[in-house]
C-alpha cells in the first residue's frame, strides 16, 4: 500500500517474516559490534607502552626478557646432544658384548690390567690384585 501496490495475504506473510528476521539479524550484529568494542577497549587498556632512556636500559631489559628462555633452549640443547652421544657409546659397547659372549669374564682381567703403549702399540699388562689372596681360574671357552 505505501508504494500503490496491492499484494495478497501470503506476500504480506513472507514479507512481514523477512522483516522480522533481518530485524532478529540485525540484533545479533549489533550484540557482535558491543563485545567487539568492549574487548578491543581491554586490550588498549593492557597495553602499557615502554619508554627507555638509552639503548643501554633497552638492551638490558631485552637481555631480561629473552635470556632465560635462550639459556634453557641452549641447555636443552647441549642435554640432547649428551644424551645422543652417551647413547651411541653404549650401543657400540652393547655390539662389542654381543658379539664377544665371554666378554663379562674378561672383566677381572680388565679392571686389574694397565694398558701401556710401547713404539705405537698398546699392550696389556696384568698383575696380580694383591689385596686378593684366593685367585679364581677362569675358564674361558
Excluded: C
Amino acid at each position: 500500500m505505501r508504494y500503490g501496490q496491492q499484494i495478497d495475504d501470503w506476500s504480506a506473510l513472507f514479507l512481514s517474516e523477512t522483516d522480522e528476521h533481518f530485524q532478529n539479524l540485525e540484533t545479533r550484529v549489533q550484540q557482535s559490534i558491543m563485545a567487539i568494542d568492549r574487548a578491543a577497549s581491554g586490550l588498549k587498556n593492557l597495553k602499557q607502552p615502554l619508554q627507555f632512556q638509552d639503548r643501554i636500559q633497552a638492551l638490558f631489559y631485552g637481555l631480561g626478557v629473552s635470556l632465560p628462555y635462550s639459556i634453557t633452549g641452549i641447555d636443552l640443547l647441549v642435554l640432547y646432544f649428551v644424551l645422543i652421544r652417551v647413547g651411541q657409546l653404549y650401543q657400540e659397547r652393547q655390539k662389542i658384548v654381543d658379539q664377544y659372549q665371554n666378554a663379562p669374564a674378561y672383566r677381572q682381567i680388565m679392571e686389574q690390567g694397565r694398558i701401556i703403549e710401547d713404539r705405537g702399540v698398546l699392550y696389556l699388562q696384568l698383575a696380580p690384585d694383591v689385596e686378593t689372596k684366593n685367585i679364581k681360574e677362569i675358564s674361558i671357552d
